[in-house]
């Protein structure tokens, strides 16, 4: 009786339908068995989609805040003022003489509005003219924004700067001018503070309004602000006490401003050297 060489079906070698038994082919070693689950077609686009569809919705969250920011009227109002027009413009000078030694010291001429982001604008002006501890601020503005202004005034003391109210001339010397209102609280950042013949410094009661609330709480909430920041800079009370009298523009004297403490050096003429 003829022998069946064939094994089962699960065996190690299987019967050719033409031949001999033959051993199965085995895949090559050192190559792992193929991810079924990784070559299905489209995987990969899917969770590269996955992936754009995210970076997306990340970035119209970001968008959609910024314009929400953006497009508020005091944002934009703050984006105008630092980057297209500047409320405020400056001048550099060479040299002031202020005490009249003969030696001048440089400075900085600055007038205008105060705007929303004149304390930044300002920051980078004395950036670049390099001025140093001593050198002069030179004013000449009506006022403006009371919280910037408060800023302005801080630069100008942490910077050892000194102030004094006026414009550059075209002789050489400084003209008179005015600071008034806001303004009044930068040029009391002055580590000195000069008082040039002419000039003028005029304060009133700084009024804030604020949409809901109090307006008389506000009002007082504001007068401590400058009260305390006025006591910082070593200028007395009673500037604030004169503030709060009048609604309008009042115009301190030389000597009224001396005794405030306002006024610390007072000087009949001044030298501008371009």
Sequence with gaps: MPVDDRRDEGSRFRTSPTGPSVAPQRAPTGQPPTDQASARPGRGNRRRFGSVLIFILLISGFGIRAYRDLSR?????????????PSMTSSPIASIDLDGSGHGRPGLAISGQIGPAAAS???????????????VILLSSPGGDLNQAIIMGETIRSRGLVTAVGVAGAVGHIKPSYCASACVLVYAGGKIRYGIEGSALGVHRFVTPAPGRD??????????MVLSYMTRMGVSSSVVAAMSETSDVRWLGTREAMAMNLITNP?????VRP
């Excluded at 000087?267 to 030298?271: F, G, L, Q, R, T």
């Design 215 to 224: 307006p008389v709480a506000e009002t007082q909430r504001t007068a401590g």
């Design 73 to 85: 009227p005091e944002a934009w109002a703050y984006w105008k003022d630092q980057y297209f027009s």
């Design 121 to 135: 604008w300002f920051r980078d002006r004395i950036d670049e003219s390099h001025l140093a501890a001593g050198d």
């Design 267 to 271: 000087i009949a003429d001044s030298v």
